[in-house]
């Protein structure tokens, strides 16, 4: 479209004018705030399409433990709470729903520590359950915004090789990267990058990864 513009105009610009060299720079400065803006916006569409992927999955995350909410009492209920094969004999108070979504509120309101105690308790009691490999991932995801990038590597690990089944465990693999990173960690920032690509080619995780965003 700008060279069209460009061209039309030149119709009535003097050839020696279209030549000269103001001209020259002020097309050039407009080709590159063009190539800016189409920049941003396909990072603002990345952003958007990364926003809608996190609340699709909390959505259905939500419907889930509703549904596990429900059934508490029934055999199915208790199938998932036998699942835990060491529990601890100080078994935290509530059901396993109870307590992942009060780790859950703490993550969502900032109370990162208390988030932690939660979500540790809950993989600790509950490590067969539907939802445990969730529960390590937002570990990891409360160790990072405490900006403690080792401890929230590790747990990401934990997510993604503990649990490689989880819908959580593309994701872990996606946010190992960043952290490593922080760390100056490059070479295992790569790995878990290319394992990410290798294990989970059509996730979301590794289509952004692809995407380079």
Not at 63 to 75: E, F, I, V
Request: contains cysteine.
């Amino acid at each position: 479209m700008l060279s069209t513009v460009v061209f039309l105009g030149g119709c009535a610009i003097p050839p020696q004018t279209q030549n000269s060299p103001s001209v020259l720079k002020d097309i050039a400065r407009l080709n590159n705030s063009q190539q800016q803006l189409d920049h941003r916006i396909d990072q603002l569409q990345q952003q958007l399409q990364l926003v809608e992927a996190r609340l699709e999955e909390q959505q259905a995350t939500t419907a889930k433990l509703q549904q596990l909410a429900a059934q508490k009492g029934t055999a199915g209920w208790q199938k998932a709470e036998q699942a835990s094969t060491s529990k601890p004999t100080s078994a935290p108070q509530g059901s396993p729903t109870e307590l992942y979504l009060k780790a859950f509120a703490d993550y969502a309101a900032g109370r990162y520590q208390q988030a932690i105690k939660g979500f540790e308790a809950f993989v600790d009691n509950y490590p067969g359950n539907d939802y445990a490999g969730n529960a390590q991932y937002w570990l990891g995801e409360c160790y990072y915004a405490l900006e403690d990038y080792q401890q929230a590597a590790t747990e990401f690990e934990k997510a993604a090789y503990q649990y490689p089944e989880s819908g959580k465990a593309p994701e872990a693999l996606w946010k190992m990267v960043p952290a490593l990173r922080r760390m100056n960690q490059f070479e295992q920032a790569r790995d878990a990058l290319q394992l990410l690509l290798r294990r989970y080619p059509e996730s979301p995780a590794a289509a952004r990864a692809k995407a380079g965003s």
